[in-house]
């Protein structure tokens, strides 16, 4: 399983290096940056919302403890560490690190000295603090009728299950286990379950395809693979058991057989009956847990014991497995978790994330279990039955603090009030976005209409890198900006940078680079750490880069601008453009591909496929349906292109490049602001994808 970011076939290929030079970055948009700034700054909103009061209650309290954050991390972080249980304690000056490339290797250490494991904090602390019977999960399935309860007790005792089961296989302290699985409460059971023995999980979103999944277990070696029979997402039904029988051919076939398959009966998706099943690897989740007992000793791991891992994607290459790590992790999941959500022990909480991204990994199956909170685990999607499901199910269970992302948001908006305000949704407190940037349109409703005005906005700025919230407003503590994630989170020291890597003051646009490590940096790319110190820490010396573009306004709020580099964000999904291009042109008839990412009314942004075929090969339907079916097949239906456009050449300097800057104006129907244009080898490239494009 490779994915080459080779977009070329039979003709010389141009190497693309990890940490590409400067000018493969886009340049900052700043005209649309100017434009949201003058429509948006004079609706900032008020920092009153009457009906709560906030861990924080205002900027000035914010700025002593940021400022003690960023002065004295040692003591900030090692304060709110003494609310976990530490088998070991840490050494008092517990942090080092080094984000200087100049200075030697890139390294990040918090709670030097210290031994717990983040399985125990999550649930043994609240059960052994008398809080057994507290409502642990919500589960709501696909269904109107169905649903399940689970207290803390309850899940501790199957966490405890299915982990002597995994002792039981074998499987120890530092191996790796895949998680393939849908939204039900065993997703996050076998993730706490993994960390419960010290074993490295590694989820994986159940809409990739099966090659996706076998590069996974292959990259991590998995011991045992967490998978289930299927799953119905509103009214499809998805065979997950099948996905992962190939994706465990696949992996075998390139040297790594996952010694055991436990499989997970949903019977709400055809169960058993319908469900392939290998005798001697496979078994049944059921029943590999019953003779288990229901308490299970702790292993004690060191602080920078890693937790997981989760593959992301990136400019180039394949994607790369972000390592986390436990004891940072674990006090910044859970102090982002409390103070951006103002989350209170037994709070009802529902984040619409899946479990297979980082943000179902830190604000579901963390973050919320490490503070006391009941939360929904939810299987199904937004609109199903209807537009007004999350509204629903937000009456359903008192729902206090929603999170979800602006893709959700706008398409539910689409559907129109009437949908919202059918619920009465008078629990609601705080509502949160993540995973793209939320335009103000969208921010408004939120607020207006489905908070009603009440509930402060929390637009979460961070990524899988990051852990955890890195920009973000804490509720009722400043004025908000719709648009706008504002300030950065305690311990974090964003800046702006410009092509030089000169810090940007005040003021101004700038790719955006973090300063100083927090307690959840990701702490290296899976076995390849200098693919994390060229990707991350080479492109601006002595910062970690983000990817991002930014910009801050006079009053110092940031303004997340998107992706400064090849990676496209549909829908929330982060997709490189280099792993769909290799993917088109893994078919026989495309020559080469190149993709870019165009403003979606819903989705955020759209796929955008340049392709040129093979020589005689003439597009038809039946291609474009053919092209769109591979991509699906080696990443996942979510990253399928929205648009193939035929492209008898693409626009390439004389070096080979392909300008990726004029693919974009294109696809945005801006090619009257193409720019230069004069390296390019044959200028009449332009006119002729122009041409073609046929809307
Ligand atoms: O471009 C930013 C965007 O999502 C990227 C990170 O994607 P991923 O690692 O999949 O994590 C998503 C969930 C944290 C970022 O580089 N992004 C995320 N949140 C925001 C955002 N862009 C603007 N505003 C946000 N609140």
Known sequence: HTTTSAVNKGRPVVPTQEGRSLDALHSIPVHKLRAQAAATEALTVPESYPHFTPFVENKKQYDEMYKRSIEDPNGF???????FHWEKQWDEEHISYNFDVRKGPIHVEYFKGGLTNICYNALDRHVAAGHGDRVCFLWEGNDLDQDRKMTYGEVLEEVCQLANYLRSQGVQKGDAVSIYMPMVCELPIAMLACA?????????????????????????????????????????????KAIADSAHTMAAKSGH????????ENERAGGRAACSFTEGRDVWYAEAIAEQAKTCEVEWVEAEHPLFLLYTSGSTGKPKGVVHCTGGYMVYAHTTTKYVFNMQPGDTYWCTADCGWITGHTYLTYGPLLVGASQVVFEGVPTYPGPDRCWRVVDKYAVKQFYTAPTAIRSLMRAGDLYVKEHLRDSLRILGSVGEPINPEAWRWYHDIVGDGRCPIVDTWWQTETGGHMITPLPNAWAQKPGSATYPFFGVVPVLVDEKGNEVKGEGEGYLCIKQAWPATLRTVYGDHERYETNYFKPFPGYYFSGDGARRDKDGYIWIT???????????????????????????????AAVVGYEHPIKGQGIYAYVTLMEGVEPTEDIRRELINTVRGIIGAFAAPDVIHWAPGLPKTRSGKIMRRVLRKIAAKQEDELGDVSTLADPHVVEQLVALRGH
């Open 77 to 83: 972080w090692g304060d709110i560490a003494k609310e």
């Open 196 to 240: 419960r023995i010290g074993a490295v999980h590694s989820v994986v979103f159940g809409g990739f395809s099966a090659e996706a999944l076998a590069g996974r277990m292959e990259d991590c070696k998995a011991k045992v693979l967490i998978t289930a029979s299927g799953v119905m997402r509103g009214n499809k039904k998805i065979d997950l």
């Open 257 to 264: 057989t996952v010694p055991r398959v436990v499989v997970y």
């Open 562 to 592: 998107g992706r400064v580099d090849d990676v496209i964000n549909v829908s929330g999904h982060r997709i490189g453009t280099a792993e769909v291009e290799s993917a088109l042109v893994a078919h026989a008839k495309c020559a080469e």
